[in-house]
C-alpha cells in the first residue's frame, strides 16, 4: 500500500522521535552495571594512581562500580586497541594520554587510528615536566645549560623512561626549538634513568613532577624549569622553559575516551559527571599531591586538545627521526 506523502513524513517524524526519546531513555538509565575503565600501564604508576581516582570519583556519581583494567604493552597500544573493538555502549572506557598523540606518528602500522575510532570524553588533568639536571653540571639557568651543551658537543645525554614517552618527546622539542644537540638515552622506566642522572651517566632529564619533586627539595638533583606555559605553586621559584624559549610547551595530561560510536547522550552524562568531580574541592587536595592540576574540558574542547597534541607530537617526531624500539 502506497502511503501518502503526508502520512509518510508523520510516520518517519514520530520514528525520529521515538529512537531520540529511547537513546535519551537508555542514558538516563545509563550506568545499569559496572564500567571498564582501560589502562594502558601497569598498576601504581601515576596514570593509574589518576585512573582510579577518576573511576571512584564516577562510582559515587553514578552508583555503579568503575573497574580499573590494566592492559600494559607496546606504549599503551594493547589497550586503545582493547577500547577501539568493545562496544560503543559506555561500558568501556579508555585512560587517553600523551601516548596516544605520540604513538598515532611513532607507530607506521597501527590497527586503528586514533583520532578517528576514539572519541574523546573529557579531560582529567595536566601535569608538568621539570627540566632536571645532575650535580656534575654547573648550569643553574636554561641559557646557562644551553650555553654549556653547546660548548660541550656530543657530550650532554639526556635520560628518558624510553623512546616515545613524554620525556623523551619533551628533550626532542626543546632540542629543536632550543637549537641544542643533546644524546638521548631510553631507559627501562623512569627509575633507572633517574639512578644514572644520580651518578652523572645522563646529564639532564624532563621528569614528571611527581618523580623527581621529593629530589629537588633534598638537593639531589638541580631543577631548571618546568615544561608547561605557566610555572607551578608546588615549585614557585621555579621559571618556566618558555621563559626562554619562548613557544615551548610540553607535560603530562590524561583524560576519558570512549569507541566511537558511543551514543552522544553517555558521553556528554559521562563529561558532565567527571568535570563535577574536577569541580570538587575535596578532589583538588588528591590531585595537587600526586602533582597534577584538574582539567576540565567538554568532548570538543578535548577532542581540539587532542588534535593539536597529536600533529604537535607528530612533527617532532619526524623531525628528530624517532623509531619505535
Known amino acids: 500500500m502506497k502511503l501518502p506523502r503526508r ?39 601515576a596514570g593509574d594512581i589518576i585512573a582510579r581516582l577518576i573511576g571512584q570519583w564516577l562510582s559515587e556519581q553514578l552508583g555503579q562500580p568503575f573497574v580499573i583494567e590494566n592492559r600494559p604493552g607496546a606504549g599503551s597500544n594493547v589497550a586503545t586497541e582493547a577500547v577501539v573493538r568493545a562496544p560503543p555502549d559506555g561500558y568501556t572506557l579508555l585512560l587517553v594520554n600523551p601516548a596516544n598523540a605520540i604513538n598515532a606518528t611513532l607507530y607506521d602500522k597501527l590497527s586503528f587510528n586514533f583520532i578517528r575510532d576514539i572519541t574523546p570524553v573529557a579531560s582529567t588533568h595536566r601535569s608538568p615536566l621539570v627540566v632536571v639536571i645532575s650535580p656534575s653540571v654547573p648550569a643553574k639557568t636554561v641559557p646557562e645549560f644551553t650555553a654549556y651543551a653547546k660548548a660541550h658537543l656530543g657530550k650532554i645525554s639526556f635520560g628518558s623512561p624510553g623512546i616515545g614517552t613524554p620525556g623523551h618527546v619533551a628533550g626532542e622539542l626543546f632540542k629543536m626549538m632550543a637549537g641544542v644537540e643533546m644524546v638521548h638515552v631510553p631507559y627501562r622506566g623512569g627509575a633507572p634513568a633517574m639512578t644514572d642522572l ?8 624532563f621528569s614528571p613532577i611527581q618523580e623527581s619533586i621529593e629530589h629537588i627539595k633534598a638537593g639531589k638533583l638541580r631543577s631548571l624549569a618546568v615544561t608547561t606555559e605557566t610555572r607551578q605553586a608546588v615549585l614557585p621559584d621555579i621559571p618556566t622553559v618558555s621563559e626562554f624559549v619562548p613557544g615551548y610547551a610540553a607535560g603530562g595530561w590524561a583524560g576519558i575516551g570512549a569507541p566511537r560510536n558511543t551514543p552522544v547522550e553517555i558521553i556528554e552524562r559521562l563529561n558532565g559527571a567527571i568535570n563535577a568531580g574536577l569541580a570538587d574541592p575535596r578532589n583538588h587536595g588528591r590531585l595537587a599531591d600526586l602533582g597534577v592540576a584538574p582539567m576540565s574540558m567538554t568532548p570538543s574542547e578535548f577532542e581540539k586538545f587532542v588534535v593539536e597534541e597529536t600533529e604537535k607530537w607528530g612533527k617532532v617526531i619526524k623531525f628528530a627521526g624517532i623509531k619505535p624500539q
Open 7 to 45: 502520512n509518510f513524513l508523520h510516520l518517519a517524524a514520530g520514528a525520529a522521535a521515538l529512537s531520540a526519546m529511547s537513546r535519551i531513555a537508555f542514558a538516563q538509565a545509563y550506568p545499569s552495571r559496572p564500567v571498564r575503565l582501560v589502562v594502558g600501564f601497569p598498576a601504581g604508576g
Open 198 to 205: 644520580f651518578g652523572g651517566q645522563v646529564q639532564v632529564m
